[in-house]
Each structure stands twice: as structure tokens, then as C-alpha cells.
């Protein structure tokens, strides 16, 4: 197998896994969508400003974010919320 051959095969794969890894990113973050919109707001608020070792996905944070967004909450007071 030549040199070239060999590249365009670990390149193929990689880019299968990595389209792969989007899909679930994806299927992640609608089921999250649908979730956190039966969700009250303290609970959208905590998701969002968890923090540490056990705190939610970067996406799940950012779904939070959108839906109190949604829900007419300004920037500043998503941000500035203290759990």
C-alpha cells in the first residue's frame, strides 16, 4: 500500500468519526432542547451557571442559555444569576 493510499485512508476515517461525533453532538442537544423547555426557570438557571467536576455539557449550558433567552431574560441577568 502506498504512502498517499494510506493517508487518504486515515483521513477518510477520521473525517467518518468526526461526522459521526457531530450526529451525536446534535441528537444531544435537541433531546436537551426538548428537556429543558418543560423546565422552570430556576432549574434552566442552575443548569446554566453549573460549574466544576459534575456541572452539565458546554451544550447543555448553552441550551439552557437559549431557552432562558426565549423566556426574555437579558444577558445580564443569565449571567449575573447566583446559585
Avoid at 477518510?12 to 468519526?17: F, R, T, V
Wanted: hydrophobic share 30%.
Amino acid at each position: 500500500m502506498s504512502f498517499l493510499k494510506k493517508a487518504l485512508d486515515i483521513i477518510g476515517n477520521a473525517g467518518k468519526s468526526y461526522v459521526g461525533n457531530m450526529e451525536r453532538v446534535s441528537d444531544l442537544t435537541k433531546n436537551s432542547e426538548k428537556k429543558y423547555k418543560r423546565l422552570d426557570d430556576k432549574e434552566l438557571f442552575e443548569i446554566y451557571s453549573s460549574k466544576g467536576f459534575f456541572s452539565k455539557t458546554h451544550a447543555e449550558r448553552m441550551v439552557a442559555y437559549k431557552e432562558l433567552k426565549g423566556r426574555g431574560y437579558s444577558d445580564l441577568e443569565i449571567k449575573s444569576y447566583d446559585v
